[in-house]
């Protein structure tokens, strides 16, 4: 796997970096136009949520939302090395698979990840850059795949 271009990667993110949860928000939201059936995975004491719009502003989903642009950040940092987090990102696929949540999600997941960038960055979100993240998150996801048994 060719290793994705740090530099891109760094600048790009820090746009981005400097409001996490309004970014964050917009890749969910674009998550759930494009995959609706992954609302019901995210119940908060049991509490089913009657619309993306009621997901996205819960303080427990706020908060996965944090977490979820911590991980992305915690890519970043170490773009170089994604192998040191390799039995992180696997504990964090087995922790999504016993919510229930499939493998094949997080393409769409990725779809969302780009849409966000794009959205944030503009013109300077250019070719090079969107095929840098495109491996990068490819390398996440794979290491995330171990935890549903993938090699």
């Known amino acids: ?30 998550l759930f136009d494009l995959e609706p059936d992954l609302l019901p995975l995210f119940q908060y004491n049991c509490r089913q949520f009657s619309s993306p719009e009621d997901c996205l502003s819960s303080p427990e989903f706020l908060d996965h939302i944090r ?17 040191s987090l390799e039995e992180y990102l696997a504990g964090l696929g087995r ?3 016993a919510v229930g949540v499939k493998l094949s999600s997080f393409s769409t997941v990725g779809e969302s990840l780009l849409y966000m960038l794009e959205k944030c960055l503009g013109p300077a979100f ?3 850059t969107r095929a840098a993240w495109s491996q990068l998150y490819g390398a996440v996801v794979q290491a995330m795949s171990r935890g549903w048994g993938g090699e």
């Open 1 to 30: 796997m060719e290793r994705p271009e740090p530099e891109l990667i760094r600048q790009s993110w820090r746009a981005v970096s400097r409001s996490p949860l309004e970014h964050g928000t917009v890749l969910f939201a674009r």
């Open 67 to 83: 977490k979820v642009m911590l991980v992305i950040d915690a890519a970043v940092t170490n773009v170089e090395d994604l192998s």
């Open 95 to 97: 922790k999504h698979r």
């Open 126 to 128: 250019t070719p090079a």
